[in-house]
């Protein structure tokens, strides 16, 4: 079945200890994208790869890394989490280098709370 | 960069009648504006999108139509059902490419 996975789900963590959030597609998507979401503020992008070794910024990449070593990964790092990082983690994936070119597919969601 | 507005931020309609969802975009080199539904507890699935070339568009009881002067479009369903009610999110591709900005969201409830 063709899909966009992320784990863990849920996560509770404290300041400081750093996490990862895996993201896997088996579609061999170029493209691959974070989203954070809180409410009231919809999806605000956080970093995006068009392909394998080829990542950029979002609109709010303070405090995120991520990488792309195999065309099927897009891990989310963040190195020392902040409560401010509490929110809804969406990774995305489209087949092609570009938003507009075809249809966004997206996990479902890592739900992060940062004591 | 670009910047999206969307409004109302929630919407009550009565089962059957119609609903429409506005947003306004500030980048006028935008040209890709892709809507997505999001249920409770679910990730957002992809409803509609269009393209700077086209005014309107039309599948089943949606539609969007876009407006470039004005830098809005809307959303319009028609003859609302229950499964209708969930959030709704619009979004621009800014000027840069491969950047999606979306709108706050709109909360829609029908109501039987």
């Known amino acids: 079945e063709a899909q966009v996975t992320q784990n863990p789900r849920y996560l509770i963590t404290v300041t400081g200890k750093k996490l990862t959030v895996t993201c896997s597609q088996n579609m061999n998507h170029e493209y691959m994208s974070w989203y954070r979401q809180d409410p009231g503020l919809g999806l605000r992008q956080i970093y995006y790869?068009?392909?394998?070794?080829?990542?950029d910024k979002g609109d709010v990449p303070e405090g995120y890394k991520v990488s792309r070593k195999e065309k099927r990964n897009f891990p989310l790092i963040l190195e020392s989490p902040s409560p401010n990082q509490t929110s809804l983690y969406f990774c995305a994936s489209s087949l092609l280098g570009g938003i507009g070119t075809d249809t966004q597919y997206f996990g479902p969601g890592t739900r992060l709370t940062v004591l | 960069g670009e910047n999206v507005e969307q409004h109302p931020s929630t919407l009550s309609v009565q089962e059957g009648d119609s609903a429409v969802i506005k947003c306004t975009y500030s980048?006028?080199?935008?040209?890709?504006f892709p809507w997505y539904k999001q249920e409770l507890g679910k990730r957002p699935q992809l409803i509609i999108d269009?393209?700077?070339?086209?005014g309107e568009k039309k599948d089943q009881r949606i539609a969007v139509t876009l407006n470039k002067t004005a830098k809005h479009f809307s959303l319009h369903i028609t003859e609302t059902q229950p499964e209708d009610s969930a959030v709704y999110f619009c979004a621009a591709e800014g000027a840069a490419g491969n950047k999606l900005t979306f709108g706050g969201g709109t909360r829609v409830l029908v109501k039987p």
């Open positions: 980048d006028s080199a935008s040209n890709y």
């Open positions: 269009i393209r700077s070339n086209v």
């Open positions: 790869s068009m392909n394998v070794e080829v990542t």
